[in-house]
């Protein structure tokens, strides 16, 4: 049984940077959603 695997290591680490930038990406998503929201209410009100 092997404890420590440099690749298996380096898959992880692959996976949950591919995971945060994900994560990074929703987050802007969700802002520039926002943004349009706003801009559309502001549009349709004023």
Sequence with gaps: MVL???H???RTQ???FMLN???HDFNNI???L???IL???VEFFF
Aim: hydrophobic share 50%; net charge neutral.
């Design 4 to 6: 420590f695997d440099p």
């Design 21 to 23: 930038d994900c994560e």
């Design 39 to 41: 801009v559309i209410l």
């Design 14 to 16: 692959r996976y949950a």
């Design 34 to 36: 926002n943004i349009i």
């Design 30 to 32: 969700g802002k520039f």
């Design 8 to 10: 298996l290591l380096k």
